[in-house]
């Protein structure tokens, strides 16, 4: 009769456990598919100034010339990405290898500062799915610019105005804005991505508030 009882209790035991797991691996599916991803590119020659100039750039803050734009661009993706990427979203930088010149170099920039803004009217909308699948991404973020803004007055102060777009896949412009940090000097690569978080922070917020009334 024991033995009758406790081969009952260990079947009821193992339907039990098989519906419990069956049940969480549902979820972890539907956790998965609700996932956002967003694929961060940042466009070459994108470092603009109202004073500084390359050379000037490269010597105060230790990086090479040609290097300016990706240095930036890398600092201010890789932020975003830890600073943003949260259940049912991830933020992701774009590799090396998955840069596509077609995208890039067909992306409009008009404007500098707080008025720059990108359009996709030149890029082929298979062009941009492909990069996005490829990614496995569902958006496009697209660093358009980095504005380096001096001020002498009340003191000297330089503004880095951080400019975006965000892209579904199908060239829809669905946000686009500027945020900005500050700091004394052209400062050190290291300290920019310190001084840089609370902003970068920011426009993830705001991509994921936008995404959240999609």
């Not at 991803?37 to 100034?49: A, E, F, P, W």
Request: aromatic residues 10%.
């Amino acid at each position: 009769m024991k033995n009758l009882f406790f081969f009952r209790f260990l079947a009821a035991s193992i339907l039990f456990f098989g519906f419990v797991t069956d049940s969480s691996a549902k979820g972890g599916k539907d956790k998965v598919s609700n996932e956002k991803k967003i694929l961060i590119v940042g466009l070459t020659d994108n470092v603009k100034s109202n004073h500084f100039y390359d050379d000037w750039i490269a010597e105060e803050t230790g990086m090479k010339v040609e290097n300016i734009d990706s240095e930036y661009n890398y600092i201010i993706a890789d932020n975003i990405a830890s600073t943003g990427s949260q259940e049912n979203y991830k933020f992701i930088p774009i590799s090396d290898d998955q840069v596509c010149e077609k995208i890039t170099q067909g992306i409009k920039v008009e404007g500098e500062g707080e008025g720059c803004h990108s359009d996709l009217s030149n890029v082929l909308e298979n062009d941009l799915q492909d990069l996005l699948n490829k990614s496995d991404a569902d958006y496009l973020l697209v660093l358009n610019q980095h504005y380096l803004k001096y001020q002498e007055r009340p003191m000297n102060t330089i503004f880095h105005i951080v400019s975006f777009t965000l892209f579904d896949k199908n060239k829809k412009d669905l946000l686009h804005g500027n945020n900005y940090f500050t700091s004394i000097n052209l400062e050190k690569p290291e300290k920019v991505r310190k001084i840089s978080r609370k902003s970068t922070s920011k426009i993830a917020s705001s991509i994921i508030k936008t995404l959240e009334q999609i």
